[in-house]
């Protein structure tokens, strides 16, 4: 079972920075693509940013220029340097990854999401 650990939040004043990092753990043989959801108070969960194979990266259009998403050299850990806050990205973020265990299944994890709060 891969299990996905986030940490990072917290509350910020509109225009701080805060930095989220995730580390996956367990059987894994590779991961496809690893990235962020947010989930704000009566809405959909949508893509932040997210990292796929080979390095490409993928990013909502609200964050561009603002959000930066990175894996660590180990692979399985992705960071979000997140600047220029508004308070439109408080929301809960969650931690996605997409790979293949040793067994050779499919795995879809989810961190337990990890809270920022942007406000005056």
């Known amino acids: 079972q891969v299990q996905l650990v986030e940490s990072g939040g917290g509350l910020v004043q509109p225009g701080e920075s805060l930095y989220l990092s995730c580390t996956a753990s367990g059987s894994i043989i590779s991961i496809n693509a690893m990235g962020w959801f947010r989930q704000a108070p009566g809405k959909e969960r949508e893509l932040v940013a997210r990292?796929?194979?080979?390095?490409?990266?993928d990013y909502a259009d609200a964050v561009k220029g603002r959000f930066t998403i990175s894996k660590g050299d180990a692979q399985n850990t992705v960071y979000l340097q997140m600047n220029s806050l508004k308070p439109e990205d408080t929301a809960v973020y969650y931690c996605?990854?997409?790979?293949?265990?040793?067994?050779?299944?499919?795995?879809?994890?989810w961190g337990q999401g990890t809270q920022v709060d942007v406000s005056s």
């Open positions: 990292i796929i194979t080979y390095g490409s990266t």
């Open positions: 996605n990854a997409v790979g293949y265990e040793t067994n050779f299944r499919a795995f879809d994890s």
